[in-house]
């Protein structure tokens, strides 16, 4: 059986879309709202691993690890919090938590989080995910403003230089290049590569445009990815 996840996440919109993902990834997944959610499905029905938010209303992420552990309850904890201060990834792990994930967060960091913790348990091995089915083009590179992309081996070039991507900055990347000069707006680009829109309130995108530009820069050349301000983002060549 694969195993099981108890994510616990008081924001609907990351909630939805990361009960998703792991779904897709093939874990069991339960989703509550807050900590008193939390506390009573564990107690309920024992998961294989926990993800919870730090901050949620009413009982915290770190309320809950306390009281977990106190009840002599070792399972695995990977907290999600937006808190990046030492103290406070240290108040986190003093208060029974495993490992740390930054919001916001690349969804294969958290992935590989999992997996690593479940090692440490000897829980079983989440099954593959499975293939992806075949790209209906046939070409085999996609060119745009002197980028150059092989979507079947996920890798990308800009002026002959490969660029190191995750796997949600390549999506991101391969999305805009499609539609070279094309002005996407936010929600289109949050549900093509997050299946989910975030909505107006969410950094999300914009973190991760600012991490493919830094990527992209070149001395001396154009910048490429240029926001439309209230609309979204369009990969152009100025």
């Known amino acids: 059986m694969p195993p099981t996840v108890l994510l616990a996440e008081d924001d609907r919109a990351i909630r939805h879309a990361l009960e998703r993902a792991l779904a897709l990834e093939g874990y069991r997944v339960t989703a509550v709202a807050d900590g008193v959610e939390a506390l009573a499905q564990a107690h309920r029905n024992p998961p294989d691993i926990l993800v919870l938010d730090v901050m949620m209303p009413g009982i915290d992420g770190l309320q809950v690890c306390r009281v977990l552990r106190a009840e002599g309850d ?9 808190l990046v201060e030492t103290a406070d990834r240290i108040a ?3 208060a029974g938590a495993d490992d740390y994930v930054v919001k916001p ?19 079983e091995t989440v099954p593959p995910a499975p293939p992806e089915p075949p790209r209906p083009s046939p070409e085999r590179y ?3 403003a002197g980028l150059r992309m092989d979507p079947q081996a ?5 002026s002959g230089r ?20 094309i002005v996407l707006d936010h929600s289109t ?4 590569i997050w299946g989910y829109d975030f909505g107006p309130g969410s950094k999300n995108l914009a973190v991760y445009v600012g991490y493919l530009r830094r990527k992209l820069d070149q001395p001396g050349a154009p910048q490429l990815i240029h926001t439309v301000r209230g609309v979204g983002y369009v990969l152009r060549e100025d």
Do not use: Q, S
């Open 74 to 82: 070792r399972t695995p904890i990977l907290m999600l919090t937006a």
């Open 92 to 94: 986190g792990l003093d």
């Open 105 to 123: 967060f690349d969804v294969e960091e958290v992935f590989a989080r999992l997996r690593a913790l479940l090692r440490r348990t000897g829980a």
């Open 142 to 144: 996609v060119e745009a």
């Open 154 to 158: 996920r890798r990308a070039w800009r």
């Open 162 to 181: 490969e660029l190191e991507l995750t796997r949600t900055e390549f999506e991101l990347l391969e999305l805009l290049v499609r539609n070279a000069g």
């Open 189 to 192: 680009i949050y549900d093509r």
